[in-house]
């Protein structure tokens, strides 16, 4: 039986009874473009996740697939769509807004989305659907916590794996709408309502801070250091605290209406 043992920038190996044995990284390569060429002949689509599990012992893990279905992308300079891969949906969707997509198909939804966390390709390429399609202004609702400013830097700036197709996949004029952490003190949010940044939050918030394209963003920058110097951050969540409702009935109406937004 064969089981995963290491993995390298060129090869990945495995450990069997008789010893071991070494599968490049160019023959994953090469039967991924084998799934790939079948796929686009019977026009059908699978996910990362599918072509993971249907060889596990091959591929050793799920970031082996991930890694080389990204070089296939970006080595043919084609969106991974194209290649009929997909990411496994998270997104979430709800509403009254309706578009047509290229070929004819009529989609139902509404300008209010959730990648769930960390966005998947789908979400990201709706959203920008959404602003080229609809000329409407995207706005983000994120926790005031170093990560949530890293999915919305995401949505804005691209993430790193994904990097050749940024051009497609984010929304140059993105708003954060909140939670920003000068509002925790603004509404004077409880103490209790907050959580103390771990030293890894810590270490991300700086990390953050120090990209070139924050100099491009002097407000962003400026929530980021209030954020530090509290060394707290919140969930959206935190809001109940003032009233249940006070999210819905009083924050974002009152931020849409008055501009507040950065």
């Keep these: 039986m064969l089981v995963p043992r290491a993995e390298t920038s060129d090869q990945v190996a495995f450990q069997d009874v008789y010893g071991s044995c070494w599968i490049g990284r160019k023959a994953l390569m090469l039967k991924i473009l084998s799934v790939i060429y079948k796929m686009v002949q019977n026009n059908t689509y699978a996910t990362k996740r599918d072509i993971y599990y249907s060889d596990t012992l091959l591929f050793g893990s799920q970031s082996v697939v991930d890694n080389i279905v990204n070089d296939i992308?970006?080595?043919?300079?084609?969106?991974?769509?194209?290649?009929?891969?997909?990411?496994?949906?998270?997104?979430?969707?709800?509403?009254?807004l309706s578009y047509t997509e290229e070929d004819g198909i009529k989609v139902n939804c509404t300008c209010s989305a959730t990648g769930k966390g960390v966005p998947d390709l789908n979400t990201r390429l709706l959203v920008r659907k959404l602003w080229d399609t609809c000329h409407i202004p995207i706005f983000t609702l994120m926790d005031a916590d170093p990560h949530g400013i890293e999915i919305m830097c995401i949505y804005k700036y691209g993430s790193v794996s994904m990097s050749f197709e940024a051009h497609h996949l984010t929304v140059p004029a993105i708003r954060?709408?909140?939670?920003?952490?000068?509002d925790i003190e603004r509404l004077n949010i409880r103490k209790?309502?907050?959580?103390?940044?771990?030293?890894?939050?810590?270490?991300?918030?700086?990390?953050?801070?120090?990209r070139p394209y924050m100099a491009c963003q002097p407000m962003w920058k400026k929530e980021m250091e209030i954020m530090a110097a509290s060394k707290m951050k919140a969930e959206i969540q935190a809001l109940t605290?003032?009233?249940?409702?006070?999210?819905?009935?009083?924050?974002?109406?009152?931020?849409?209406?008055?501009g507040g937004w950065i």
């Design 192 to 210: 209790d309502a907050l959580i103390p940044l771990t030293k890894q939050d810590q270490n991300k918030l700086a990390s953050m801070q120090k």
């Design 73 to 96: 992308s970006c080595m043919l300079k084609i969106p991974r769509r194209s290649l009929h891969i997909l990411s496994t949906t998270k997104g979430c969707i709800a509403g009254n």
């Design 176 to 182: 954060w709408l909140g939670l920003l952490p000068s």
């Design 241 to 258: 605290s003032l009233s249940s409702d006070y999210l819905s009935r009083v924050y974002l109406p009152s931020k849409l209406q008055f």
